[in-house]
T-cell receptor, first 109, second 117 residues
Framework: GENVEQHPSTLSVQEGDSAVIKCTYSDSASNYFPWYKQELGKRPQLIIDIRSNVGEKKDQRIAVTLNKTAKHFSLHITETQPEDSAVYFCAAGKRALTFGSGTRLQVQP | GAGVSQTPSNKVTEKGKYVELRCDPISGHTALYWYRQSLGQGPEFLIYFQGTGAADDSGLPNDRFFAVRPEGSVSTLKIQRTERGDSAVYLC???????????????FGPGTRLTVL
């Protein structure tokens, strides 16, 4: 089955700085790679995703890159704001998703 | 439009009891997924429905867990003889039909927090 590793487990940045979260996956059959943001006590919210036929995707301050050969993908958040503080999960799969263990991002004002 | 809804929001039960958790997907979404999330961890896949049939139930931990989706819309996750280790947030997600530009995107419900005493 799929195995997803996510790093770092915690990340603290100053407001305005960039944040990068990295994930690796094991199953070359996986073709869908979403990222979710989860605030305390709330549901996971899809913030961006990428499919295996694309190498990079950007949506305003958020970007995701995918390296299929190396089986890793990354989330980049630029100009971080305090409201970006949350736990971020990467996931990989075709239908059923395997999630990483999460990164707690703290943006210091 | 309305998102994925789940009931109840909280369920407290005693070890050995039977529980049912309900999920109402986004209208028109043909795919429905159940995950569970333990404290401090990412969601863990349980089962996936395409229409009425279970397309992949490889994540169900044992035969105490069962799920149905008889009319291709609402789904019920059933847990028999609950154990303390079943305590978690059970999340449901739905996904649009093939051919939609958003196919594959999974939208989560608020979850049911199950506590087994």
């Amino acid at each position: 089955g799929e195995n997803v590793e996510q790093h770092p487990s915690t990340l603290s940045v100053q407001e305005g700085d960039s944040a990068v979260i990295k994930c690796t996956y094991s199953d070359s059959a996986s073709n869908y790679f979403p990222w979710y943001k989860q605030e305390l006590g709330k549901r996971p919210q899809l913030i961006i995703d990428i499919r295996s036929n694309v190498g990079e995707k950007k949506d305003q301050r958020i970007a995701v890159t995918l390296n299929k050969t190396a089986k890793h993908f990354s989330l980049h958040i630029t100009e971080t704001q305090p409201e970006d503080s949350a736990v971020y999960f990467c996931a990989a799969g075709k239908r059923a998703l395997t999630f990483g263990s999460g990164t707690r991002l703290q943006v210091q004002p | 439009g309305a998102g994925v809804s789940q009931t109840p929001s909280n369920k407290v039960t005693e070890k050995g009891k039977y529980v049912e958790l309900r999920c109402d997907p986004i209208s028109g979404h043909t795919a429905l997924y159940w995950y569970r999330q333990s404290l401090g961890q990412g969601p863990e896949f349980l089962i996936y429905f395409q229409g009425t049939g279970a397309a992949d139930d490889s994540g169900l931990p044992n035969d105490r867990f069962f799920a149905v989706r008889p009319e291709g819309s609402v789904s019920t996750l059933k847990i028999q003889r609950t154990e303390r280790g079943d305590s978690a947030v059970y999340l449901c997600a739905s996904s649009p039909v093939a051919g939609s530009p958003h196919v594959g995107e999974q939208f989560f419900g608020p979850g049911t927090r199950l506590t087994v005493l």
